[in-house]
């Protein structure tokens, strides 16, 4: 960590100094000049943010209320099991889709909803390359082809337009991903999906609570898909949720999370009609993410508020270029994003994240280190044991070497993260921006 440490400092301030001018360090520098709210925190100044965050414990009674009644059954199976229906109920109060199945995680939801799509071998499905890797980890156990779409510029989410180019006869599906919690075009998307008879799959892993253009997130796409992991708005350490309403989908989210079952179904002649894996979450789990979901709304209209104070607070800053959020939607902000514009600016990136730090600001440089299909895995094409089989039957020419989406590597060279929790106050993120606002002024070119 840089902040707080005298040797990183130096080697910090020596390293930037030769494209620092000596004026605009002049007045940091001298001596005796701490109350300059210009200082920076590297060279001695005080900090833009001062306050303590506290975020509240993120479980507490009504987790405990569920854990309690759970303790009581003669069953911690999902199938009937109370928990799982009330998880289910709750869910539907916020995402009001008909088939609703709990399972293990947002990659598992992923995945089932790419199996009941039925994605087939070298079939191509399109998705963004600045993403968690459950995005497509689905598609490749499906033996299906994942092809990289560019992001736009201030968005980081599908470039319709650049979907569109990509589109081939191989293309059966979209995966949009609502990165931060932000919304992508759904409109867009959906209209170039019944153009070409696509099937749209949300990736709402990020996005708990969000609204597009008033819809609540999921229920634009055929499927929605859901992360419970640990990071995410809420959570029982690792779990998902698929769901639909489409009737030809919605028994097949069932066999393909849970070992081909159709549970609760009469049986159509026994025996296995569909292989699959078992991505079940228990009736634990489904009692914790019961406990949570009751704590939803608040979680995403605090984060909704904070991200958009902050937007509102750094938008006029030369060189930032902060969330671009449509304003009919409703973004949560699993974390904050904004750009830099380098040529703006007499230090990188990184170097401005590190400032921005040392300022008390909670910012990293970076979201995940290069486009998916930059990653040794994709560019080896070794996906299993070593190989692709997709490839290797000539049911593909994807190179993910020669792959590229220019913006989305801009994006990544670029971008700086903001921490937003629900436990921040509006007087903590005016403080943020205004670190990023003196950082800003004092390294503007
Ligand atoms: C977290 C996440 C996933 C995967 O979810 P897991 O529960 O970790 O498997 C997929 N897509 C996005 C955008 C995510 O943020």
Not at 319 to 333: L, N, S, T
Not at 347 to 357: G, K, P, Q, S
Not at 364 to 392: D, S
Request: hydrophobic fraction near 40%; charge should be neutral; include cysteine.
């Amino acid at each position: 960590m840089f902040h707080g440490s005298p040797i990183h400092r130096r080697r910090f301030v020596a390293g930037a100094s030769g494209m620092m001018m000596a004026g605009a360090f002049g007045t940091a520098t001298r001596a005796g000049q701490s109350a300059d709210p210009a200082r920076l925190a590297i060279h001695d100044g005080s900090k833009a943010v001062q306050q303590p965050v506290r975020r509240a414990p993120r479980w507490g009674e009504p987790e405990r209320e569920r854990l309690e009644a759970m303790l009581g059954q003669g069953s911690l199976f999902y199938w009937n099991g109370p928990q799982t229906k009330l998880l289910i109920e709750r869910f539907r109060t916020f995402c009001p889709l008909e088939y609703v199945q709990t399972c293990s995680s947002g990659t598992a939801a992923i995945h089932i909803a790419v199996a009941a799509a039925g994605i087939e071998l070298g079939d191509e499905v399109i998705t963004s390359p600045v993403t968690d890797i459950g995005t497509v980890i689905g598609v490749l156990y499906q033996g299906g082809v994942p092809v990289f779409a560019d992001v736009g510029a201030g968005q980081c989410n599908l470039d319709v337009e650049d979907v569109r180019r990509r589109i081939t006869p191989k293309t059966k599906a979209i995966i949009p991903v609502h990165l931060t919690g932000n919304p992508c075009d759904m409109d867009a998307i959906m209209a170039l999906a019944e153009e070409h008879d696509l099937v749209v799959i949300e990736d709402c892993c990020q996005a708990w609570g969000a609204r597009s253009r008033g819809r609540p997130i999921g229920t634009v796409g055929h499927f929605a898909c859901f992360s419970l992991q640990n990071s995410k708005h809420v959570t029982c350490g690792d779990g998902g949720v698929v769901a639909t309403s489409h009737p030809a989908y919605g028994p097949l989210l069932q066999r393909f999370g849970d070992k081909g079952a159709a549970r609760g179904v009469t049986r159509e002649g026994g025996g296995f009609r569909a292989f699959a894996t078992n991505y079940r979450m228990s009736e634990p789990q489904a009692a914790v993410v019961a406990g949570q979901l009751t704590r939803l709304e608040e979680i995403a209209a605090a984060r909704a508020r904070l991200g958009n104070l902050l937007t509102e607070q750094i938008r006029d800053i030369p060189g930032i270029m902060p969330h671009d959020v449509h304003p009919d939607d409703r973004a949560v902000y699993w974390f904050y994003m904004f750009r830099i514009d380098p040529e703006a600016f007499r230090i990188n990136r990184d170097d401005f994240a590190r400032t921005l730090r040392a300022e008390g600001a909670p910012a990293a440089g970076g979201y995940i280190g290069v486009p998916l299909y930059g990653e040794p895995v994709f560019r080896n094409h070794g996906f299993f044991a070593g190989r692709w089989p997709v490839k290797e039957f000539g049911l593909t020419e994807m190179n993910f070497a020669k792959h590229s989406c220019p913006e989305a590597e801009a994006i990544l060279r670029t971008c700086i993260r903001i921490t937003i929790h629900e436990g921040m106050t509006d007087e903590y993120i005016l403080d943020v921006a205004k670190a990023i606002r003196k950082v800003a002024a004092h390294f503007a070119v």
